[in-house]
């Protein structure tokens, strides 16, 4: 059972160390890069530990590749349930791609056809992951550049099923609902109305940049205006939920990530008065 | 097409820019997509390697590593979870282009070294103080779990840190005879000493179990009774200055011989 929890954080990222370290930064919970910290010692897992120390942290991951056809990686989730058995996570989770087949990795968020086939893989795959992590996981939808037609269903109603069949949580990624609601053209009203809003643990949020032909999920950019707007349109839907902001490169100012949180925290109190 | 297939297909696309598997993926409209994650695959791999071989590409310069990164990428599938992994096989990649200028790839090994012992297991050394009571007839030395060593030809580990002070660095020379050189995590900071080939046979047999009396009889064989010892202790009181030994057992029981253990 998946613990609620609605709070506002931020991705921890190196430039920003010191700042979590010595000063009480105005968040909910911190989420970090699983695999970062999948090692054995130094340096990097002595801050983990001072960190969990001060905040709560949530585990995400870009390695479980969920959509792998030959299946999921013994020891990666051996090293993950290390990793999550000694921080206690608020969450940990992974995105709905694959990354790896055949023992070749390719360190990208690969996209997967949303057929039956795949659904009963990922199924199974999630129920794997979930036992030997003795907890739910969250998945998230991922950007996506490529449609794998035939599809027999919406990515929405893929990850409805998802959830419905293994218990598992959806991390929601606003952002990542644009880019592909731009490069696919389809209605990213209809991806937000249509996905399991139960089953909604958390959000994220994050900016991307115009490629030669489609959107990229780059996460260099502030949040732009679109998803704030997807934002405030789905949380009326979903209740106080966690909600972050993720930059991964050209990362700014601790404050300046600290007042894109605010404005995410001003969407969310305003949809509660205006719900009330 | 079964998701197997296709997920091979991607591979081979992303690899190889296999034509027929990029058709089989969606052709002209997929081609866009395709493009962006062949250059996410490339991107991520020359990051991991551009930021795990700063001196080597120092080194080179900037030009020829980026040459060496695009060699390697298309040589060395990445098979691990952990894009951590990617660059150990690196230095051999170099050793293949730089066939005649083998401090290229020792300096890329010092690279390597370097990083992995940084997020190698925590080991906590043991204080002078604790050694005090050691029975040195009987003690087996546990070494730090991060101490790597390996040969060396040139002088690599002075174009290393030169490269790192940012000073001009020396010419490359070949050593005399064959050295080596010591690697390891000292609290968070990793480390390298260069050292020589009786230094490092002596920390081998020590990684392995051989009582500290042994490494002492050994060193007065070939040096001689008083200056083998005195060699001996030399390298025992490095050792523990440096941090390198963790724990010491007794040869004969296997209990731990130092004060305040658990």
Known sequence: MIAPFAGFGLGLRKPHYPEFLETRVAVDFVEVISENFMIEGGRPRRILREVRERYPVALHGVSMSLGSADGLDGAYLARLRALVDEIDPLFVSDHLSWSRIDGFNSHDLLPLPYTREALDLVTANVDRAQEALGRAILVENPSTYIDLAPADMTEWRFLDALCA??????????????????????????????????????????????????????????????????????????????????????????????????LARRIARETARATA | MSLLDLQRDMRAWLTREDGAAAIRLGGEDAAPGLHIHRNNFRASLAACLEESFTRTRDWIGHDAFAHAVAAHVERVPPSSWTLDAYPRDFPATLSLLYPGDPEVA?????????????????????????????????????????????????????????????????????????????????????????????????????????????????????????????????????????????????????????????
């Open chain 1, 165 to 262: 069949r293994t218990g598992c949580g959806l991390l929601l990624d606003v952002n990542n609902v644009f880019v592909s609601a731009s490069n696919h053209g389809f209605d990213p009203i209809a991806y937000l109305d249509g996905v399991p809003h139960d089953r909604v643990r958390q959000i994220h949020l994050a900016g991307h940049s115009q490629g030669s032909e489609l959107l990229i999920d780059t996460h260099d950019q502030p949040v732009p205006d679109p998803v704030w707007h997807l934002y405030a349109h789905l949380l009326p839907r979903l209740g106080p939920v966690a909600t972050m902001i993720e930059r991964d490169d050209a990362i700014p100012p601790l404050h300046e990530l600290l007042a894109e949180l605010d």
């Open chain 2, 106 to 262: 020792e300096l890329a090994r010092i690279d390597l070294a370097l990083a992995e012992a940084f997020v190698g297991p925590d080991a906590a050394p043991l204080a002078a103080a604790a050694l005090r009571e050691v029975d040195w007839d009987q003690a087996v030395l546990q070494l730090t779990p991060t101490l790597d060593l390996f040969d060396l030809t040139t002088n690599a580990p002075a174009i290393w840190s030169a490269l790192a002070d940012g000073i001009e660095p020396p010419a490359v020379a070949l050593l005399p005879e064959a050295g080596a050189i010591l690697i390891w995590r000292q609290g968070e900071a990793a480390q390298f000493r260069a050292i020589d080939q009786m230094e490092k046979q002596a920390l081998l047999a020590a990684r392995v179990g051989v009582p500290f009396a042994d490494l002492c009889a050994g060193l007065v064989d070939v040096l001689g009774e008083e200056d083998g010892i005195a060699r001996a202790g030399g390298m025992l009181g490095r050792w523990i200055a440096d941090g390198l030994i963790v724990d010491v057992f007794d040869s004969v029981d296997g209990a731990r011989r130092r004060p305040n253990s658990c």
